[in-house]
């Protein structure tokens, strides 16, 4: 600090080790004899962190006791997510309650021509069956090849499921490719040109 035009009391007064710096440093080697013990504690606001401090001080316990504070996790993290939507008539499966099910093979039939369609998915067969619904999919191709229209918000097709309850993805696309091989969908191998 002198080499850079700082004066020599100014270096000696603020490199000097303070005398309260002392105090503390003598303090914390009292306190490193005890066993140093963390508590875990969900931090609310300062008021209540300091209160717990002074409050762990005063007790003059045989340990060390720190406190760690954690955060508490978002609302959304708690209250949790509404997987399971209640299935009524309106719904896709009409009240059968397949729309909820999860790590599926399932089968789609045309309802005008009883083409079929197999599919899998590890999502569940609502959310599959929406997929379905865009302009991308192979149902829906079908639907604007085979016969001139488009699926309409009214259902064009029933589905039912094939299997459910994979150990994994693996055996469910193992499951999917071989049910495919031997019913021979026309859906699938009509947009497919592998399956020819």
Known sequence: MLANGYP??????????????????RRNKKENTKPVVYMKLPFL??????NAKYLIKSLNLPVNLRIAYSTLPPLWKLLGKHNNPTCGNHCICHGRDLCNKKNVVYEI???????????????????????????????F??????HN??????????????????????????????????????????FNSYLT
């Open 8 to 25: 020599a009391h100014l270096v000696k007064n603020h490199t000097s080790i303070h005398p309260q710096y002392n105090r503390r440093q």
């Open 149 to 190: 229209e488009t699926i309409t918000s009214t259902v064009r097709f029933t589905h039912k499921i094939l299997k459910t309850g994979f150990a994994d993805t693996l055996h469910r696309k193992y499951y999917e490719r071989n049910t495919i091989k031997k019913n021979k969908p026309k859906i699938n191998i009509q």
């Open 45 to 50: 606001c300062d008021s209540i962190a300091n």
């Open 109 to 139: 039939t045309c309802s005008v021509c009883l083409d079929t369609y197999i599919g899998e998915t590890q999502n569940t067969l609502r959310s599959r069956m929406k997929g379905h619904l865009r302009s991308t999919s192979n149902v």
């Open 141 to 146: 191709q079908h639907f604007l090849a085979s």
